[in-house]
């Protein structure tokens, strides 16, 4: 499983996801709303209404979850066997065991979401980003335990994935406390489209470089090339993020019908005229005020 596979199929769908959050974070942002939280699933609703409401999100990190899952068992010749019989006994499969738990966190993490969203009678947002700060702490503790063994260029690379998850991990936390700063939305939108990135770059480098040569681990100028491309990463992944951001602010600024039925409610405030009930209302408290300063000067 630590091979293309187990690198470049979890960072296509986190940067999947990202591109979806990225959509979902700018529109936000654009109509300066809070996060999509409603407090509770519609029971009265339409059947349409109340598919619009499911936790699509959940299930997919449950689906994912469980097919990665399934995969990394399947993947040794003879199975995930935790301990060999000889004597004595030694663990097998360390880095296959880790990933294993990475994948059974992911689904954890989606059932509390689908658990959260559709099943409890009320929404608790709280519980959704404490589960997922919870997952990537020991997502983080995985990942250095990970790196035990390597050296040069997978080491560089493994190091530059665990920056990324401590960063993420600080912003998820942050959002406990602050759940509805658009900042922090926008950064963990572009730490999770870095990740994804970068993951399925780490599957190319570590394991099919585009060269058809493999990367020297004791040639300086690889490892700061590992390094060089990770910055473009991080350029083409803020392109990217900024690039959503004006395409769904042209979009909703001149094609969405929503904002124009916005516009449409807001423009009788400012445009209308006064009708003849107004103007006659008008007139009669005229004539009371005239009325009471007469009777003042006799």
């Known amino acids: 499983m630590g091979m293309f596979n187990g690198h470049f199929y979890p960072g296509l769908y986190l940067f999947s996801y990202g591109l979806y959050q990225a959509t979902v974070v700018s529109k936000n942002v654009i109509f300066k709303e809070s996060p999509p939280y409603p407090s509770c699933f519609p029971k009265n609703k339409t059947r349409w209404a109340r598919l619009g409401k499911i936790s699509y999100g959940g299930w997919l990190r449950i689906v994912i979850g469980s097919i990665l899952t399934v995969y990394v068992v399947t993947c040794p010749d003879d199975g995930m066997v935790l301990m060999n019989k000889q004597m004595p006994p030694t663990f097998m ?39 997922l700060v919870l997952s990537f702490v020991e997502l983080l503790l995985l ?37 509805d700063m658009s900042y922090l939305w926008m950064m963990e939108t572009f730490l999770f489209l870095l990740m994804g990135s970068w993951l399925m770059q780490a599957g190319f480098i570590l394991f099919r470089p585009l060269s058809g040569y493999p990367w020297q681990d004791d040639d300086i100028r690889d490892l700061m090339f590992v390094t060089t491309f ?19 602010f042209l979009w909703h600024h001149y094609y969405s019908p929503s904002l124009k039925r916005m516009r449409s409610k807001e423009a009788p405030y400012h445009t209308s005229t006064p009708g003849p009930l107004y103007m006659m209302l008008q007139e009669v408290k005229q004539s009371e005020k005239d009325d009471q300063a007469l009777l003042l000067s006799k």
């Not at 990970?146 to 493994?158: N, P, R």
Request: proline letters at 3%; hydrophobic letters at 55%; one cysteine or more.
């Open 230 to 248: 990770f910055c473009w990463h991080l350029m083409i992944n803020a392109s990217c993020l900024l690039g959503i951001y004006g395409f769904s």
């Open 143 to 179: 990942m250095v335990s990970h790196v035990k063994g390597s050296e040069g260029i997978e080491l560089q690379v493994h190091a530059l994935v665990i920056m990324v998850v401590f960063l993420l991990l600080l912003v998820l936390m942050a959002e406990l406390w602050a759940p």
């Open 93 to 131: 499969y360390p880095k296959e065991w880790q990933h294993l738990t990475m994948f059974v966190l992911l689904i954890l993490s989606g059932c509390v979401d689908v658990t959260s969203k559709n099943l409890l009678p009320r929404r608790c947002v709280v519980l959704e980003k404490g589960t």
